[in-house]
């Protein structure tokens, strides 16, 4: 797909199906990420593919900080937060591990070097012929949510990418 195809056909996946990307395009996928825009050469980007065990204790996390925001959550409302993160065959957690009291680099230009790179992996994606959502949501600003993946309290998760097939 040319470039320009690519960044104007571009957009969120409404429902996503098997089959996901492959090993080999979800590492492309990957690789695109590491050519964002990367003032200092930090690096700040951290790519956590959630396979079924992580993607279940990253499930438990996001359901915790739901019951923690509600007064009084129902079940239903705490399996419908679950349910979310299952609705793709492949899901990318991309954080923002920040390098603090960098003098050369401040933090808003290491999470926009992320969203770049967040950016690259959606198109990178597209082009492959698959669909992406890009989500956030509440859980992505709790600190449980944030340590389940690796993340510290200060650092940023910038998008919960769901990758696989589009349905019509």
Sequence with gaps: MELFDAISTRASAARLAEPGPTPEHLLRILEAA???PD???LKPWRLI???QAARHQFADAVVAARRSRLPEPTEE???LE???LWRSPT???VGCALVRDNPKVPEVEQVLSVGAAAQNMFLAAHA???GVMWKTGPAAYDDRVK???GLQAHDHIVAIMHFGTRTK
């Design 34 to 36: 590491t050519h964002a």
């Design 39 to 41: 003032h200092g050469r």
């Design 49 to 51: 593919v959630l396979h």
């Design 77 to 79: 409302q705490l399996e």
């Design 82 to 84: 679950r349910e979310k």
């Design 91 to 93: 899901l990318v957690v």
């Design 128 to 130: 492959l012929g698959y």
């Design 147 to 149: 340590r389940s993946v």
